[in-house]
């Protein structure tokens, strides 16, 4: 079974930049999220999909960071303008639940940022 | 707000010596828990879970978490750890009857042979 796709793995951007990052999740799920792990620090989810509408964003900064998972399937993540401190790794991952708990959440590999 | 705490937040050991990662969370209602590793350029897996029942649980790669409800823990043991065990171990936790997973800030493990 393929896990969950990300890219791109790697991005340097300077401040102010804009960067965008696309993920599929494992075929069948239903449930998608976005997570930020700034370094030493564990992951924080920044956005939930269930299909293709928003279950909690409550802690994504919408002046600056918007997501999209248009056709239910893949997602992608972006970030207009870019800050320092926007510098992390940003993992995508995807559970079969239908937003309960029992199911095993996967994660993609991620997508480093370095803004600069 | 909810919380997971990771006390170690790195451990040194030597092989064969044994592990207990500690783990606590604040939250007074009914919790689901997990810990999560990342080996070294690797995504983050599921070790093991609990949900209900047996408050001992058995992972992959002879991993095991004891629930103590009374202490709001759920430390992480081996009891003889390998080279390969090293990574980074994170404890997460969901509540109110959905999937989001709140993480602690992990715990960086390196066994040395």
């Known amino acids: 079974e393929a896990g969950v796709a990300q890219s791109p793995r790697y991005k340097i951007i300077e401040k102010r930049q804009s960067v965008a990052f696309w993920c599929n999740p494992i075929s069948g799920h239903a449930t998608l999220y976005w997570y930020q792990q700034i370094l030493g620090q564990g992951p924080k989810l920044l956005i939930q999909?269930?299909?293709?509408?928003?279950?909690?964003d409550s802690q994504l900064p919408k002046d600056r960071f918007s997501a999209e998972r248009l056709k239910g399937v893949d997602s992608t993540l972006k970030i207009q303008p870019a800050k320092l401190e926007d510098s992390a790794v940003y993992l995508c991952?995807?559970?079969?639940?239908?937003?309960?708990?029992?199911?095993?959440?996967?994660f993609g590999e991620g997508s480093w940022l370095t803004v600069v | 707000a909810q919380s997971v705490s990771q006390h170690n937040h790195h451990v040194i050991l030597s092989e064969a010596a044994s592990l207990e990662l500690g783990c606590n969370y604040s939250?007074?209602?009914?919790?689901?828990l997990f810990w999560y590793v990342q080996y070294p350029g690797q995504h983050l897996q599921l070790l093991l879970k609990y949900f209900s029942g047996d408050p001992l649980v058995k992972g992959i790669k002879g991993f095991e978490a004891e629930f103590i409800k009374s202490k709001f823990s759920f430390n992480l043991r081996k009891p003889s750890v390998q080279w390969s065990d090293t990574a980074e171990y994170f404890c997460a936790v969901t509540v109110y009857n959905t999937d989001k997973l709140i993480f602690g800030t992990g715990t960086r493990l390196q066994v040395f042979p």
């Open positions: 939250y007074g209602g009914t919790v689901n």
């Open positions: 991952a995807s559970s079969s639940g239908q937003g309960s708990t029992g199911n095993t959440i996967y």
């Open positions: 999909f269930q299909n293709n509408g928003v279950v909690d």
